[in-house]
């Protein structure tokens, strides 16, 4: 399955090299409800009952409360960033079957297997 | 909420997400071969990175990057001064890492065109913008279909394999407009090199398709986006060549035109082409939710490339071939768009007519060659190493050894169906020209075996000589050349 992006959302993208704008960085207080907790388990495939998801709720938001701290950061000279890091179009060895299904908890027939999805 | 009535008349607008593969040999972020496994035996194609695995690091292939500069510029789109890479997040087991590497903000194309010709009209197609992503690995359903699969085997050999996404304007009108556009698509990127549409998988197309009241038309055929952005729309997705992208869009739209007809809505949804039954299916809404949590791939460094656009030479396109061609060899609409067809075709072409006569090039590969193999269902790249067997054929013609009939009727066919070379057919069927005295002989036997045509030859009566040829092919087995046969009479009768 190929997914794609929907061209749509992405003129009002956000700046290159901004982090994932749903923390709203700088407001003081992120702000994490039941409903988001249940959306981002959702994405993430985990199924939480009705007491974790306040417990996350929480949680979540003392820790994003600690990347305020981040905030007190002085701005710094930083080295320049790096621009076109590329390589030659040149095959490298890989690895073997057996070593890349080495770590998996199930194969069959030189797959990963895993439970079913849809 | 909509009022609209069935009866209204209402336009057909479809936007196109079309996903090539780039001919590299390697992945775009790791050194692992793309060229199809041993046996197609799986995930052995895999390194650390393309696995996902910890501690592992993407770096861009700079030919991944060229092919992306080069399609730019085909498609006379914008390279930006700078173009970054983001995670796109999903949660699926193609993808071992839970993200995709593409580009969101800052695509290596944007703002393109490809003009099409449909049905004689030329329509011009906006490109919003082309970039660069790693492909999934595939996944099989095993035990039973998608519904009733009992569990996911995974191959990662296609995982990392360069890809890029174009995306049009919502500029097509019809279904034949988007077979067109993508066929147009195709030729160009073999033209420049950068895409095999041979290879399993080269071509996937997506196409969001929806309805609107054809007077939201305007004059020049775009749709406002306020009317756009007001229709629901369904994306068909599994599309995968350029014939099928006409029959998907045909069914979805007469399934839109069927829902509005019974007075109902169109839902805003996913749905599956599928190929075998013909007809699209919905996925399951869940699916199309789509919140993919872009952010920066910080472990890839932002490209400038923009110059790169002035350093890196593209081919001569098809468009502007067709017309040279036109002008230069003096070849009609017909021949020039058939020897444009392929990049391979017109080189092969070019070739030929460079050491022979252009039109008599111009017939051997167009009418003689592409038909021979078109009626076989062989393309040109099927008899590649074959190519100078072909350019000899040509050469006997034109040195008057073979005869056009016998090299078209007999060697050609031959030496498509047996894989013969031109020298071995000739020698089997035994269509070298005859010897000059074999014909002369058969001349003399011809003019003293039938004294009637001479002499109606000689009363003026023209189609005597026809004839008399005709008894000459017969008795040298039509190995003879019709036109010196033609001289030798005349010669002989008026002498
Ligand atoms: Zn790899």
Redesign the pocket.
């Known amino acids: 399955m190929t997914d794609t992006s929907d061209p749509d959302g992405e003129s009002a993208g956000p700046d290159a090299g901004d982090a994932d704008g749903d923390t709203k960085a700088g407001s003081g207080e992120p702000v994490v409800d039941a409903a988001e907790v249940e959306h981002v388990a959702e994405l993430a495939r985990v199924r939480l009952a009705e007491e974790e998801t306040e417990t996350f709720a929480d949680q979540f938001a003392e820790i994003l409360e600690y990347f305020e701290a981040l905030d007190e950061v002085p701005d710094l000279d930083r080295e320049e960033e790096l621009v076109n890091v590329m390589r030659a179009d040149e095959v490298e060895a ?1 690895l073997a079957q057996e070593e890349a299904l080495a770590n998996a908890a199930e194969t069959e027939d030189g797959f990963f297997k895993g439970p079913k999805v849809s | 909420m909509s009022t609209r009535t069935a009866s209204e008349e209402r336009a057909v607008v479809i936007g196109l997400e079309v996903h090539v593969q780039l001919e590299t040999d390697t ?1 775009v972020f ?3 071969s793309t060229e199809p496994a041993d046996d197609e035996e799986p995930n052995t194609r ?2 650390p ?2 696995l996902g695995l910890p501690g592992a690091l993407p770096v861009l292939n700079e030919a991944a990057v060229e092919a992306a500069v080069k399609i730019g510029k085909a498609l006379d789109a914008d390279i930006p001064e700078t173009t970054t890479f983001h995670r796109k997040n999903y949660y699926y087991p193609d993808l071992p890492k839970n993200f995709q590497l593409t580009q969101y903000d800052a695509p290596i194309c944007a703002d393109g065109e490809l003009e099409v010709s449909v049905d004689g009209e030329r329509r011009t197609i906006g490109i919003t913008r082309a970039h660069l992503e790693e492909d999934p690995g595939s996944i099989q359903h095993a035990g039973g279909s998608i519904e009733s699969a009992t569990h996911t085997l995974v191959n990662y050999n296609r995982a ?1 394999t360069p890809l890029m996404e174009v995306v049009t304007e919502p500029d097509f009108r019809s279904p034949a407009e988007t077979r067109a556009f993508l066929a147009k698509l195709e030729e160009v990127l073999e033209y420049l090199g950068v895409f095999d549409a041979t290879r399993d998988g080269s071509l996937r197309v997506d196409a969001n398709v929806s309805l609107v009241d054809a007077d939201e038309v305007t004059e020049d055929g775009s749709v406002p986006e306020a009317v756009l952005a007001d229709a629901n729309r369904a994306e068909v997705k599994n599309i995968s060549s350029h014939k099928g992208a006409e029959k998907a869009l045909a069914y979805e739209i007469t399934r839109q035109r069927n829902v509005l007809r019974r007075g109902r809505e169109i839902e805003q949804e996913t749905r599956h082409w599928d190929e075998g039954r013909g007809v699209t299916v919905s996925m399951r809404s869940k699916e199309a939710e789509k919140d993919y949590r872009y952010f920066r791939e910080a472990d890839l460094p932002a490209l400038e490339v923009s110059d790169w656009k002035d350093r890196i030479p593209i081919p001569e396109l098809p468009d502007a071939r067709r017309e040279r061609f036109r002008t230069e060899y003096g070849l009609d609409d017909e021949a020039a768009s058939k020897l444009t067809s392929t990049k391979e075709v017109a080189d092969f072409f070019e070739d030929v007519a460079g050491e022979y006569d252009p039109e008599l090039a111009a017939t051997w590969v167009a009418d003689n060659l592409l038909g021979e193999l078109n009626y076989r269902e062989m393309e040109i790249t099927d008899v590649t190493d074959r190519l100078d067997e072909f350019t000899r054929l040509v050469e006997l013609v034109d040195a008057g050894e073979l005869t056009v009939k016998n090299a078209e009727e007999v060697v050609l066919r031959e030496m498509l169906d047996e894989g013969e070379d031109p020298e071995s057919v000739i020698e089997r069927e035994g269509l070298g020209k005859a010897e000059s005295d074999e014909v002369e002989t058969a001349v003399e036997a011809a003019i003293e075996e039938n004294p009637d045509a001479v002499a109606d030859y000689h009363d003026g009566d023209e189609g005597a000589i026809n004839f008399l040829v005709g008894q000459v092919m017969q008795a040298t087995g039509g190995s003879a050349d019709p036109g010196q046969v033609n001289g030798l009479l005349r010669e002989r009768l008026d002498g």
């Open positions: 890989g | 992945k790791c050194g692992c895999t390194c990175t393309c990392g």
